[in-house]
C-alpha cells in the first residue's frame, strides 16, 4: 500500500476542519433562527397583553402587570441571547474563512508536491531510457 505524504494527510486534516467550522455554522445559524423566532412570538405576546381601556379590577391590573413583567424579561433574554448568537456566527464565519483558505492552501501545497514527484519520476525514467539507448548502441 503507498504511503500518505504529509502533504495529503494535512490536506485531509484541513478538509476535516472545514466540514466541523461548517457544521458548527450551520448549528449556530439555526439556534440564532429559532432565538429570533422567540423574540417575535414574545413581541407579539407583549403587544397583547396591553391593558386595554375600560373597566378593569385591581386583580386583572396585578396579574396583566406581573405577567407583562415576566414577558419582559424573557424578550430581555431573548435579546441578549440573540447578540451572543450574532457574534458567535460572525466569528464561526471568519474562523471557516480562515479553515476554508488553510485547506485551499494545503491543496495547493500537495498538487506542487505530486507535480514535482511526478515530474522526478519521469525524469528518472528519461535518464534510464537514454542510458539504456545509449548501451544498446554500444553493444551493436
Do not use: H
Request: charged fraction near 35%; proline fraction near 1%; charge should be positive.
Amino acid at each position: 500500500m503507498k504511503q500518505k505524504s504529509i502533504y495529503e494527510r494535512y490536506s485531509i486534516k484541513q478538509k476535516i476542519n472545514v466540514t466541523r467550522q461548517s457544521e458548527i455554522m450551520q448549528t449556530l445559524n439555526s439556534e440564532l433562527e429559532k432565538s429570533r423566532e422567540l423574540s417575535l412570538q414574545l413581541n407579539q405576546i407583549a403587544k397583547q397583553t396591553e391593558i386595554k381601556p375600560g373597566e378593569t379590577n385591581a386583580v386583572f391590573l396585578r396579574s396583566s402587570c406581573w405577567y407583562g413583567n415576566k414577558v419582559q424579561e424573557q424578550l430581555e433574554t431573548a435579546k441578549n441571547r440573540n447578540a451572543f448568537l450574532e457574534k458567535e456566527v460572525n466569528n464561526s464565519r471568519k474562523l471557516l474563512a480562515k479553515a476554508v483558505n488553510k485547506k485551499n492552501k494545503s491543496l495547493d501545497l500537495w498538487n506542487q508536491y505530486e507535480a514535482t514527484k511526478n515530474r522526478e519520476k519521469e525524469e528518472k525514467i528519461d535518464q534510464e531510457l537514454s542510458s539504456r539507448k545509449r548501451v544498446n548502441k554500444f553493444s551493436k
